[in-house]
C-alpha cells in the first residue's frame, strides 16, 4: 500500500469549451489561469471547504466542484473515511466561459489522487471530474476533459464516455476577450434550437472534422474556416452585446477564427503564435467591445499542452 | 500550346459515399471496380457516347455524367468547339450506392483533361465533375471527391466547394456487400429528416471528428467505434430489408464498423486489412442477407488511395 501523503496541490487550467462548431464535443485548454487545489488530511471524517476571496460561496462540500470530485476519488478508492480539508484558489472567474467549475473539478479530483499515492489513471480521474463537474454545472466533458488532458480534447460520448486527445499544431495560440457581461449557463442553453435543420447539422459536422484534420496536419487556414457554428453561436450571439463586432474585428485583424468560449461571455479567437498578429487582435477585441459600450479585457493566451499537474506533495 | 492528343482513357473508382455517420461529408475511395472512360477527337463539333453493355441508356450527351464531365473541362478551357467521342466501360453498378456515377464524371473529366494535354489541376478537375454529377445525381462531392483523390475525402463545404484528402491507416480495408435490391436515390433522400434533434446533431459530429482522428493516427478501435449513425442509416434501414442483419453478424465476425454505403442498397464493413477476418465479415454479411431472403455478393476491397489515373495517351 502506498502512503497517504498529508497534503498535496494540484492546478488544473481553465478551457474554452465547444471551439466554435464543437458544441459539447470539444475543449482547448488555455494556459495563464486556471485553479489550484490544496487537499490536506484531517483526524476527523468529513469534508471542509475553504474559498479564500469568494466569503459570498456556501461551504457545503456538496455545492463545490472541487470537494465533489475529492469525494469522488475518495469513494472511486474506498477511502471515504478519510477526512479532507480542501482550499480552492480560484484563478478563473467563476461563471465566465472558461471552464472554471470544470478546473476546479479536475484540480480537486488530481489533488486527492496525488495525496493518495496516486492509486488511479487519467480514465478514472476524467469519470471524478465528470461526475463532479455533472452536479454543479451540468453533465458535459468538454471542459473536464482537456483542463485534465491538456490540448484539444475531443468527446465521442458520454455515455459511455469517451474521450480522446486531438493534436495541436505548435504554432497555434488564443486570445482571450472577457467583457464585462453576465450571462449564466442556464440561459445560454435555454436559448438553443431543440431541433436543428439537416443541412445544418450536416455543415457542422464538416467543420469539427474539418478542424480536427487541419489541428492534425497543421493547416491553420482551414482550421480557421472550420471556426464557423451555426448552431450555437447564432443563438447566443444575440444574448451577447458586442460580440459580433469583436468577432469581424478579430477577423479583420488577422486572427484564424473567432467564436464564443463555452457558453460565454468570454469570446476567444484562434491566432498563429506570433506576437504581431496577437497583438493586433487583442487590441481590436478589446475595442470593439468598448465602442458597443462593454469593457473588456482581452489577452493572448497559449495553449496548454500539460493539462492538470501536481504542484506539491508533502509527506505525513 | 500543348499538342491536343487524338485519344486518351481515364479510370476512376468507385467509392463509399457517407462513410457511417459522415452523412454528405465523408466518402472512400474502394479498389477493385471502376469505370474508364475512353475519350476521341471527332472532326465534327459536339459529344457523342458510347456505353457498350448498356443498350437501354440514353444517348443524349446531356444525360451522361462523363459527356456532362468532359464538356465541363472543354467549356472550363475554352475548347468548346472541340468535338468528342466518348466510350464509357462502367464496371460499377447504374444505382447501387458504389459512386458509379460520380466515377463517370471523374473519369470523363480526366479523361477529357489528359486528351488537352492536362491544364487543369485536382481542384478546377473536382469542380468539372461536381457540376457533371449534380446534373445527373444531386450536387453532392462525397463521391466525386474520393473517386478523383482517392482515399478518404471531406467535404467541408459545398459553396464555395472546399474538399479535403484525409489520411487513411495503412492497415484498413472494406468489405462490400451488393444485395440484389433496388432503392433509388429519390427513396433513399425522401426518407431522410428534415431536422434532426440537437442531441443527435452532437453525437453525429462527434463521430465524425472521432473518425477523421481515428484515421490520422491509426486507431482503428475508435474507427469502429466511431461508426455509429443516427441520421441516415435508421431512416433507410427499414427500406433495406438484410442490412440490420448483415451489420450485426459482420460486427459479430469481426469487422471493425458496418453500416450504408451511400444511399444504399450496397452495405460496407470496415476492417482489418487480414485475410482471415476479412473472410469471415465476407460470408457473415453475405450469409446474413441470405436468410434474410436476399442474394447478395460481397468482397474485399482494398482501399484505393490513388484516386483517378489516366490509363493511355495516344498522339494525334
New interface residues.
Partial sequence: MTALLARATAFAPGSIGNVG??????GLAVGGAGDTVTVVRRQSRGVVVEIPGHPDLPTEPRQHASALAAMEVLARTGNDDIGLGIKVVKGLPLSGGQGGSAASSVAGAVAANALLGDPLGPEELLHAAVEAEAVVAGRHADNVGPSLLGGLV????MQPL?V?R??VPDDLAVVLAHPDQRLRTKDARRV???????A??????????????AC??GDLD?LG??IDDR?AEPARATLLPGFPEAKAAALNAGALGCSISGSGPTSFALVRDDPAVAARVVDAMREAYARAGVACIARLAPIDRTGARVLAREAA
Fill in positions: 462548431p464543437g458544441f459539447d464535443v470539444l475531443l468527446v465521442r460520448s469517451d480522446v486531438l493534436a438553443l434550437p431543440r431541433d436543428v435543420p439537416l445544418t447539422a450536416i455543415h457542422q459536422m464538416a467543420q469539427v472534422a474539418a478542424m480536427v484534420h492534425a496536419s482551414l474556416r472550420a448552431i
